[in-house]
């Protein structure tokens, strides 16, 4: 008897064992429902573009995930409307802190009316394929410090 | 002391106290010693005589009540034994009767009366400090076999398994992503608001200067300091020496009630000015 519950004990340490291997290699899943406002601006010699936008941001634990975007854009003196949903899948690395992030699809609502050629010049992480690596980061305990490649993005309020 | 003896079919002497089978034909050389556990058994059968005993019980009376360790492994074993030495001495090998699902009977067609000389005795419960003295009789002893397994159903103990290795995996599968937590390095304040570099910047002057950055485009934002308000600025270092190629991204948190922040973060870039 005594044999068998040994026999057993160490089968369930042997398999909590390859848990907390698998928790701590694997990739994880995020689960993260978030605001941001954001006020953008680029100047390039005399062209400037700008937008003010809300993101609202969904992580599910599949992987999938998608970004309600509203606000407005403007460019040579005129303003547009952004309004439309991302989205994306994301693969996050072994750290947890790394996310590459490829967008599945984009739904315009009927608002929504900046040029294409904007988007291809200025936003182009909302085109559908177009794949970017974030770095997501807790700020304080109760927000998200989202970073691209050029460093931090935008700060993301958890909702 | 009470003596317990039965006669079985006119022709075999069984007394219980002894532990003892003997053919009445025959001098008392040819007694057989019976095992403690044969002699129990065969004690409860014999005075049940016609009634099905459970396999249970019989672990019970001849095991547990004893403090040994019985099977049902065991129990058929010495059942055997038993039906080989009942069938050699009654000429009958239908003595005791395997009830299926149920437990076994002694057979009604054996005839049992009880010994003239103990009629008027007490049927009583052994003793194991009694029959222990038997316990050497070589061709009906048994060894002590594996402890009896008073056993759950298959199914459920394999559920239980399940269950219980399912956790740890389950757990692995289900554990939440630990975002870990941004270093932040206070630079100063604005107007009273605290605000925060996200790198650290390599000397005061620099510091000195991102401040500056921070407060420039907060007037130009209109993100006014105002209660529990902080800010954070990451400036790159093209922003400190020229304005092409600069990048500066502001933000200002609000905490407001249960620790909930309200952020508007600003952003500017320049190239080639």
């Given amino acids: 008897m005594k044999k068998m519950i040994s026999f057993w004990a160490f ?72 309004a439309r949903t991302v989205y994306f899948s994301y693969k996050s690395d072994a750290a947890g802190d790394a996310h590459n992030f490829s967008v599945d699809e984009q739904r315009l609502s009927g608002i929504d009316n900046v040029p294409d050629s904007l988007i291809s010049q200025y936003l182009t992480y909302l085109l559908p394929k177009e794949k970017r690596l974030f770095t997501l980061n807790m700020l304080n305990g109760n927000k998200i410090l989202i970073s691209t490649y050029q460093g931090p993005y935008f700060i993301c309020n958890i909702s | 002391m009470s003596q317990m003896s039965y006669i079985l079919n006119e022709n075999v002497l069984y007394r219980f106290d002894d532990g003892t089978l003997q053919l009445l034909a025959n001098d008392e050389d040819d007694i057989v010693l019976l095992t403690p556990v044969i002699n129990r058994m065969l004690y409860l ?98 060894p002590q076999t594996k402890k009896r397994e008073k056993s759950l159903p298959f199914a459920f103990k394999v559920s239980v398994a399940v269950l219980i290795f399912s956790l740890p995996l389950a757990l692995a599968y289900f554990w939440p992503a630990k975002i870990s937590d941004k270093t932040v390095y206070r630079l100063g304040d604005m107007e009273g608001c605290p605000l925060y570099s996200f790198i650290k910047y390599p000397s005061k002057d620099v510091e000195f200067e991102v401040l500056n950055i921070a407060n420039e485009l907060r007037e130009r934002k209109n993100l006014d300091c105002v209660n529990n308000a902080v800010f954070y600025i990451y400036a790159n270092a093209n922003s400190l020496h020229s304005n092409s190629g600069s990048y500066i991204m502001l933000s200002r948190c609000i905490n407001n009630a249960k620790n909930h922040d309200t952020c508007i973060t600003s952003q500017t870039s320049r190239w080639q000015q």
Avoid at chain 1, 64 to 81: E, L, M, P, Q, T
Avoid at chain 2, 45 to 70: A, C, P, T
Avoid at chain 2, 84 to 109: A, C, E, W
Wanted: with cysteine.
């Fill in chain 2, 45 to 142: 059968l014999v005075s049940r005589q016609g009634e099905v005993i459970s396999k249970e019980e019989f672990l019970e009376k001849v095991w547990d009540e004893y403090g040994r360790n019985g099977s049902t492994n065991t129990l058929s074993q010495y059942i055997s034994t038993l039906r080989k030495l009942l069938g050699k001495y009654l000429d009958n090998s239908d003595v005791i009767i395997t009830v299926p699902k149920q437990g076994y009977m002694f057979s009604r067609d054996i005839e049992i009366r009880r010994h003239e000389s103990d009629v008027l005795n007490k049927v009583q419960e052994p003793a194991e400090s009694k029959v222990d003295n038997h316990a050497d009789i070589a061709d009906v002893t048994l």
């Fill in chain 1, 11 to 82: 089968l369930f340490a042997l398999v909590t064992i390859v848990a907390v291997i698998a928790i701590l290699v694997k990739a994880k899943p995020l689960d993260i429902k978030c605001d941001a406002t954001l006020d953008y601006e680029l100047s390039n010699q005399n062209d400037v573009f700008s937008y003010s936008v809300t993101h609202n941001i969904t992580l599910s634990r599949d992987g999938s995930g998608y970004d309600h975007i509203r606000g407005a854009v403007y460019n040579d003196g005129k303003s547009y409307a952004l």
